[in-house]
């Protein structure tokens, strides 16, 4: 899924994820980010996977 900014659907800006994060902080965890060497291998780029089953 692409997202494409437009008029009716302006680009996020810093200050958007900055409100959010304030708005999240208690709620939502901070989760992990871990490597997968495996799938890495198979697109030719680092990936990393945020755990989020570890959310509340």
Avoid: Y
């Avoid at 494409?4 to 999240?24: C, E, N, S």
């Avoid at 208690?26 to 495996?38: D, F, I, K, M």
């Amino acid at each position: 899924m692409m997202f494409r900014a437009t008029a009716r659907h302006p680009a996020l800006i810093l200050d958007d994820v900055r409100g959010a994060q304030k708005m999240l902080s208690g709620v939502a965890r901070v989760t992990a980010l871990e490597g997968s060497r495996h799938l890495s291998e198979l697109v030719g780029a680092p990936v990393h996977l945020k755990c989020e089953n570890l959310q509340r």
